[in-house]
T-cell receptor
Framework: NAGVTQTPKFQVLKTGQSMTLQCAQD?????MSWYRQDPGMGLRLIHY???????DQGEVPNGYNVSRSTTEDFPLRLLSAAPSQTSVYFC??????????????FGPGTRLTVT | AQSVTQLGSHVSVSEGALVLLRCNYS??????LFWYVQYPNQGLQLLLK??????LVKGINGFEAEFKKSETSFHLTKPSAHMSDAAEYFC????????????????FGKGITLSVRP
């Protein structure tokens, strides 16, 4: 299994540009999520999905769009990039158990710089 | 909503010394709890997890954590620090499914950077 894969690893955007961060998992996990990591802030949830066709907002959703057309893929779209979106982005997947979510399996991250 | 508190942002220990990283959660119902480690320029790796079985949980690399319901804590320890333990550590909590239905979320603490002095 490849686990959770993310592309690209690095990206530089100009303010106002749009782009899509790709995320895929091959573990048939129902649950996928996107986080951003900023110094001193830990990981903050942007959007998540509990299955194909179902998405919901997390803690910091503004400026980002997601869709989940398949179980495997969960792309994150930046609509109009802003310097405040400079961050490291992690995609993760997990599955439900009777008592809550399993541990999350993380991708290697995408380091995004917006100038 | 769940919250996770990791006291302090940086801990420094000598090689061979005890490592203690604190984590407290807010919940009236015991959740699932996790510790993750992040080495520089890498993703997050699971160290250990508590899922309502044994309260003392052993993880990888000699780490363990004890779930204490009365203190709502899940502190991470390692008896003897190694230079390779220098990393950032995150505590995370999963909402109990019984209370949030299908949309359980994982909430992370802000992380603690562990430095190990020679």
């Amino acid at each position: 299994n490849a686990g959770v894969t993310q592309t690209p690893k690095f990206q530089v955007l100009k303010t106002g540009q749009s782009m899509t961060l790709q995320c895929a998992q091959d573990m048939n996990h129902e649950y996928m999520s996107w986080y951003r990591q900023d110094p001193g802030m830990g990981l903050r949830l942007i959007h998540y999905s509990v299955g194909a066709g179902i998405t919901d907002q997390g803690e910091v959703p503004n400026g980002y769009n997601v869709s989940r057309s398949t179980t495997e893929d969960f792309p994150l779209r930046l609509l109009s990039a802003a310097p405040s979106q400079t961050s490291v982005y992690f995609c993760a997947s997990s599955y439900r158990t009777s008592g809550g979510l399993s541990e999350q399996y993380f991708g290697p991250g995408t380091r995004l710089t917006v100038t | 909503a769940q919250s996770v508190t990791q006291l302090g942002s940086h801990v420094s220990v000598s090689e061979g010394a005890l490592v203690l990283l604190r984590c407290n959660y807010s919940s009236s119902v015991p959740p699932y709890l996790f510790w993750y480690v992040q080495y520089p320029n890498q993703g997050l790796q699971l160290l250990l997890k508590y899922t309502s079985a044994a309260t003392l949980v052993k993880g990888i690399n000699g780490f363990e954590a004890e779930f204490k319901k009365s203190e709502t804590s899940f502190h991470l320890t390692k008896p003897s620090a190694h230079m390779s333990d220098a990393a950032e550590y995150f505590c995370a909590v999963s909402d109990p499914a019984a209370y949030t239905g299908a949309n359980s979320k994982l909430t992370f603490g802000k992380g603690i950077t562990l430095s190990v002095r020679p």
